[in-house]
């Protein structure tokens, strides 16, 4: 056989188990979402599953394949209608990308009005709360590790940032209207506005650096339809604030990576991208964890411009965990975080392996466990699919003895039942990793009637039209084939995975566009529990990494429509900055 005979049957083999690799964990996760949704229990033999999982395998690796071919063929495609494309797909320019925010904007008004003045969770109702004076009857105090008392006016357990601006909107309506209606619609208004302008300028990104017209403008037909995207976009909550400001960002990432790092000598590129990176940090505790890596990863892929992007890890890096606990903590008199929120996967996997071992832990193992997590009732506090209830119980002031003791019985517990510990990771997050896990309506306000304020309420003239978008959502969620759209694991898991195949194989200069979407779906796989807010950063930027990805093809097939992605950078797309 000849050499090259035999490295084409080497690379066919390469790329089969490629295929295979990528395909297997999302069928395992599928599998074992799927069965463990309901009750946070496995209700099949671990044999059976695996078994189940493999033969899924090659029907996701099938899927794949045929989805690649798609959209190779769309990138080939000839625009029939051309001038409907350009009308539906939006233009790297600011009339065409403030013109098709404002077209999102407008469909996502019906959602934005029906649950006037914008749907919130507790954790915002607490966070405004807090922003008021001590001695004032809205203030109840700062939120810590329940019977633990701590002297300050604000708690970091929720970005301090987020809690300034939904205080400032609530007390400034206060004592304007008083009410906080007005303050928070206001915010809720802004926010969906600047969204929608991201979404824009996300896909107007990808359509200039080549994505077919055809891909764009679908996607912005779904965005504008689809009720997660509108309903998500005009909620109070932190995660509808970082995840548009995420979204840009990441785009900008991928102007980063189309331009192989060049863009990074732009000041004006420089300065945007440092700006939203920051902003990636404040807005959302687990940013910084994507940001800062991403930042670093891509100094080491382009040398050429490391120092400079070195220098935003270390910015980025630098105000978190430096300028903020040392000079605006005290400054605000701010409680930091607690350390429960990041081991909470953790603390499950002690808890389910207690329930499941309880009979065979010895002594000195149950002591180091009782020392960080109260032994004696962990195995009651155990939820499978919600974390709160054994995290929130820790020890708050264990010795750092006590921790290094609880760590090494946590490695060894982990190495004798390996099935339980992902047994455990699985049952929180099964939602984002099965068909099982619809988007969530978020339809609560925190008024008198709810437990919360006089100062909320909602509006009895827009009860019917609350009632007409609950059906809406539902129906979209319940109707075969649509309902897909409304499937978290669409975006958070199988969108990627697609995206990950069609860049390895057709275009791998975009591989390093993987690495802020790898370390999100890792902070969605981290959640503490099944809550479509938590999937927001992929639900909004998989669709847009999805035409990122098809530019990528394009370059290589040589599309027929305009925006050819072109892999030379001159020195005009460098002083370009951050056009729009």
Not at 119 to 134: R, V
Not at 361 to 368: C, G, K, L, P, Y
């Amino acid at each position: 056989m000849a050499r090259k005979d035999v490295m084409g049957v080497v690379l066919a083999v390469t790329r089969v188990l490629l295929l295979l690799a990528i395909s297997w964990p999302v069928a395992v996760l599928l599998v074992y979402g799927t069965s463990m949704f309901d009750t946070g229990w496995v209700r099949a033999q671990p044999a059976e599953l695996f078994t189940n999982a493999g033969a899924l395998t090659f029907a996701i690796a099938a899927i794949i394949l045929l989805c690649e071919w798609a959209l190779r063929r769309l990138c080939r495609h000839r625009d029939r209608f051309p001038r409907l494309l350009d009308i539906l797909a939006p233009q790297l320019s600011v009339k065409s990308v403030i013109a098709h925010a404002l077209v999102l904007f407008a469909l996502w008004s019906f959602w934005l009005v029906a649950f006037c003045p914008g749907s919130m969770l507790y954790d915002t109702y607490y966070q405004i709360c807090q922003s008021y004076p001590e001695d004032s009857s809205v203030y109840f105090g700062v939120w810590n590790v329940p019977g633990v008392e701590l002297d300050a006016h604000f708690s970091d357990h929720h970005p301090i940032l987020d809690t300034l601006i939904y205080g400032f909107a609530a007390q400034t309506s206060e004592a304007q209207t008083g009410s906080w209606n007005t303050g928070l619609f206001t915010l809720a208004t802004v926010q969906s506005l600047v969204t929608a302008i991201c979404f824009s300028y996300a896909l107007a990104t990808a359509r200039d650096m080549g994505a077919p017209r055809t891909l764009c403008a679908v996607v912005f037909i779904l965005v504008g339809l689809v009720p997660v995207f509108g309903h998500y976009a005009s909620l109070n909550m932190k995660d509808s604030i970082f995840s548009p400001i995420y979204l840009l960002w990441f785009t900008l990432i991928a102007r980063l990576v189309n331009s192989k790092g060049a863009l990074a000598r732009s000041p004006g590129f420089f300065i945007a991208l440092l700006v939203f990176g920051v902003l990636c940090a404040l807005t959302k505790k687990t940013g910084v964890y994507v940001v800062v890596p991403t930042l670093a990863a891509l100094a080491l892929i382009y040398w050429r411009a490391w120092w400079r992007l070195g220098l935003q890890a270390l910015a980025v890096g630098g105000v978190m965990w430096v300028v903020l606990p040392q000079t605006v903590f005290p400054a605000l008199d701010v409680a930091p975080g607690g350390k429960q929120e990041m081991l909470g996967p953790m603390f499950q996997q002690t808890a389910r392996y207690v329930v499941e071992h309880g009979d065979e832990i010895d002594e000195d193992q149950r002591e180091a466990i009782d020392d960080v997590l109260r032994y004696d009732t962990l195995a009651e506090r155990y939820e499978p699919a919600w974390a709160d209830p054994v995290k929130y119980k820790y020890v708050y002031n264990a010795t750092q003895k006590a921790w290094d003791a609880y760590f090494a019985v946590w490695a060894q517990q982990g190495m004798d039942d390996p099935q339980v510990y992902f047994e455990a990771l699985v049952a929180p997050i099964a939602g984002f990793v099965s068909p099982k896990g619809a988007a969530q309506l978020k339809d609560a306000l925190w008024d008198k009637q709810r437990g919360g304020t006089e100062l909320l309420t909602r509006p009895a003239n827009l009860r019917g039209m609350r009632q007409a978008a609950t059906e809406v959502f539902e129906a979209a969620t319940e109707t075969p084939v649509i309902n897909v759209l409304m499937m978290s694991a669409l975006y958070a898991i199988w969108i990627p995975a697609l995206c990950l195949w069609v860049c390895v194989r057709r275009s791998p200069r975009w591989i390093p566009l993987f690495i802020p979407v790898a370390l999100t779906v890792g902070a969605v796989l981290m959640s503490p529990m099944y809550d479509t807010r938590y999937a927001l950063p992929m639900i909004y930027s998989a669709p847009i990494l999805l035409c990122f990805c098809a530019a990528g093809v394009a370059s290589k097939t040589k599309p027929e429509h305009e925006g050819a992605d072109d892999e030379a950078v001159d020195d005009s797309v460098v002083s370009a900055g951050v056009p729009c």
